[in-house]
């Protein structure tokens, strides 16, 4: 029997319940690449693999109280052949298609790009192993996948350099913001200080009296270089404009903004508990910028280990800075 001309045939008949049974062999026959010659008969290349793929097949509709049989079959005209192999092949292409279609599309999300890069990698594997019959798209489907991910190398790659400049130039300078600190100024020095420049001086001082001076750089206030953009608090400002890249440094900055802002945009399980605290925090120092920076700092730096699981051990403590006026 000629190996082109072989295949493979599952007959089965499954009971009307359990009602899922019915999806669950049409979905298994789908992951293999199955095609169906009538409702309860589907055809596979004659492969060691694809016999494999039917006879789990057969064994679940069995257990499910269903019958099923598989054999080996060879049709007596080429023009049969020829059929089924086009068929393989245009559902192959229609899938290929589909994802070429989502990865030209990522340019319209905000989505991540690292999970997502992988997830399409792991797809396109998916449907190359149910690929007998070399379907076009493949090659095009794969060159999308890998020019996707050398651009966002090489956006992640400008970014890093162009965050090391941006901090190069916040480095060594004066940060002005107004007294009374709060949870938007307090964490945005302490960002300063964990990752723009631990060095950094802090002035705090009545805008009413005093003025940012040349070289200063002012945050959260009028007349600042970092101040609230848009919907945006401070903290949100300055992790986006230093491009300082850090997953952790996200639950942050949400929970900062809807402390700030009060909108509920983000609204994470932890904002009000972080709330509760900082409020203590502004009670329990109602004169005292000094010790809500210190108090704060010390607060930002365990929600940040927190979020940054498993390697939390790592980080710096920042309480005890002195704050410069």
Sequence with gaps: ??????????????????????????????????????????VLPRREDCLEDFEWIAEEARAGGGEAWICEAAFPDAKTDQALVSRFRAERESEYSALAREVR??????????????????????????????????GATELLIERAARNHERRRQTMKTSSKKKKANLVGRTWVTRQ???????????????????????????????????????????????????????????????????????????IVHDIDLKDGKFGRPETAGVAQILAGLFVANPDNDQGRLERGFALFDELYASFRQPTAGRSRSARGRSIAN
Aim: net charge positive.
């Design 105 to 138: 599309g990522w340019t319209r999300g905000n989505e991540d790009p690292v999970p997502r890069i992988a997830r399409a990698r792991k797809r396109l594997e998916d449907i190359a192993r149910t690929d007998f019959f070399a379907a076009k798209g493949r």
């Design 180 to 254: 009374g600190v709060k949870v938007d100024r307090i964490s945005s020095a302490w960002f300063v200080r964990r990752f723009v420049d631990p060095k950094a001086r802090l002035r705090l001082i009545d805008p009413k009296k005093e003025e940012i001076r040349p070289g200063e750089v002012g945050f959260d206030m009028p007349g600042g270089e970092f101040t609230h953009e848009g919907d945006r608090c401070t903290l949100e400002t300055l992790v986006r404009r230093s491009a300082v890249s850090d997953r952790a440094l996200k639950p942050i900055t949400e």
């Design 1 to 42: 029997m000629d190996r082109t001309r072989a295949w493979y045939l599952l007959v089965h008949q499954v009971p009307p319940r359990p009602l899922y049974l019915r999806a669950k062999i049409r979905q298994r026959l789908a992951k293999v690449g199955a095609v169906a010659l009538k409702d309860a008969v589907y």
